[in-house]
T-cell receptor, first 116, second 112 residues
């Protein structure tokens, strides 16, 4: 596709429910990032995928959060038993490579998650 | 390991005034530096980047940044800001074999 695509754009869920957020990276991009952005806050790194390497999960805030990516394709971020503090915009980004000059990241428009 | 420090969380300025948004980084390897802008209710878009070569980098919307290796800085500047420049600005550093690391952001508010 032309850019990074995220779906849904908005999601309202009840506390305690599970949600799944989807990210379609730019074709050919080997690196993929998930970030969380709470209202009025900066970017909070969640997880990073690079090709077939083991993902960097160091930013996941709790074991309720998980993410998967098969190869260099779609990624899904799953939040189990959602809590109100999970309300935020979840941003996905992809880049051509992990390091070097191709590190430039391209962002999706984000998924706004509201837990009520 | 890499880290990025954006020294100001908020910068209010008047329209047509100059502005500088500060960014310092730490890295043990060669770095590639980026500034991203996030307009209200939108995703992030690239403003400019330093990969190699000239240390003065020009980006979109009249912004420029200068890479200073000795001071490990990559400050963003614009000589005259507009109301439409009101946004959140993020500095980021990448390096060989390292993922992109972002600063916490600086909210630039341009007042009439």
């Amino acid at each position: 596709g032309a850019g990074v695509s995220q779906s849904p754009s908005n999601k309202v869920t009840e506390k305690g429910k599970d949600v799944e957020l989807r990210c379609d990276p730019i074709s050919g991009h080997t690196a993929l990032y998930w970030y969380r952005q709470r209202l009025g806050q900066g970017l909070e790194f969640l997880i990073y995928f690079q090709g077939n390497s083991a993902p960097d999960k160091s930013g996941l805030p709790s074991d309720r959060f998980s993410a998967e990516r098969t190869g260099e394709s779609v990624s899904t971020l799953t939040i189990q038993r959602t809590q109100q503090e999970d309300s935020a915009v979840y941003l996905c980004a992809s880049s051509l490579a992990a390091g070097g000059m191709n590190t430039e990241a391209f962002f999706g428009q984000g998924t706004r998650l509201t837990v009520v | 390991a890499q880290s990025v420090t954006q020294l100001d969380s908020q910068v209010p300025v008047f329209e047509e005034a100059p502005v500088e948004l500060r960014c310092n980084y730490s890295s043990s390897v060669s770095v590639y530096l980026f500034w991203y802008v996030q307009y209200p209710n939108q995703g992030l878009q690239l403003l400019l980047k330093y990969l190699s070569g000239s240390t003065l980098v020009k980006g979109i919307n009249g912004f420029e940044a200068e890479f200073n290796k000795s001071q490990t800085s990559f400050h963003l500047r614009k000589p005259s800001v507009h109301i439409s420049d009101t946004a959140e600005y993020f500095c980021a550093v990448g390096g060989s074999n390292y993922k992109l690391t972002f600063g916490k952001g600086t909210l630039l508010t341009v007042n009439p």
